[in-house]
């Protein structure tokens, strides 16, 4: 019989140990959250967590450590760990900053103790960051993926269920593209109500102000949470990703990876949809676009290009 799967969350904080929390009550990995000792340990998220086991129903064994050790023989890597821009840092400092953080630091000792792992990258600018781990790593592009879609893709299907009244699991719609308010693309012309056209069901009006308030969500966050960002959609998203490779699923979900001619891309990591099983990204599909979403997510793309260049991926 073979063991259980295990699962290294990279990064202990708000939103590392609400992953660890979703991902333990589905009781199919052991968990270990990777953090420094002052972080990980003092604040005790892992025995929290399996405090509530007996009632959970779960037998997820959860591990807080500040030892890449105790992370070896992984199946999949999340890293959600970045470094914080401090007082008089340039934006191409913070950028480097955190390819560091993500590259060299957390994906690279992360494969250096599980070297068949799948790593998903959290952390931002996330497309970029996709690029540092494959730097550090030099792993196939099946074995590197973004979340950003996945993120952006609940929230746009969630203000079109809030403004139709259907409820959210009967909507499709996806975000393609990069993963900031400037380079997302909510695909409008693929959006689906219950099999429905979104265009057929709401004005111009309606459906532009929902993308506005898409392209918008995480700073909509900031501004209600006032001392931090999201951390709880974002931690289902991911763990949807997750269970979907940890369970070969076979699921089609918008997520980064490199493309390889899709959209006429080559060689950037830009958010499509994906088919997500053991094989981590096992297929990459061009979803039909209207001309306007294609020119939008290749202009993403170049993006995500010109801040390659500046950490030298």
Known sequence: MAGRKKVTIVGGGQTGGI???????????????????????????????????SFAG??????????????AGSDVVVITSGAPRKPGMTREELLQGNADVVGDYAAKNAIAMSPDAIIIVFANPMDVMCHA???????????????????????????????????????????????????????VSQARVGGIP??????KDKIEAIVKRTMNGGAELVGLYKTGSA????????????????????????????????????????GTMVKLGAGGAEQVYEMP???????????????????????GA
């Open 58 to 71: 779960f037998e997820t064994k959860l591990t807080a450590t500040d030892d890449w050790e105790a992370t």
């Open 231 to 270: 951390f709880l959609a974002p931690s289902v998203a991911t763990m949807t990703m997750v269970e979907s490779i940890l369970l070969d699923q076979k699921r089609l979900l918008p997520c980064a990876v490199k493309l390889d001619g899709q959209y006429g891309i080559n060689g950037v990591f830009c």
């Open 133 to 187: 781990a494959l730097k550090a790593t030099g792993l196939p592009r099946e074995r590197i993926i973004g979340q950003g879609g996945m993120l952006d893709s609940s929230r746009f299907r969630t203000f079109i269920a809030m403004e139709t009244g259907i409820a959210p699991r009967d909507v499709h719609a996806y975000v393609l593209g990069g993963h900031t308010d400037a380079t997302m693309v909510p695909i």
């Open 19 to 53: 992953m660890a929390y979703r991902l333990a009550e589905k009781n199919i990995c052991d968990i270990v959250i990777k953090d420094v000792e002052a972080f990980a340990q003092h604040h005790g998220k892992a025995l929290d967590i399996y405090q509530g086991s």
């Open 289 to 311: 676009v209207s001309a306007e979403e294609k020119t939008k997510i290749v202009a993403a793309a170049k993006g995500t290009e010109e801040l390659k260049a500046v950490i």
């Open 198 to 203: 979104l265009e057929s069901l709401l004005s």
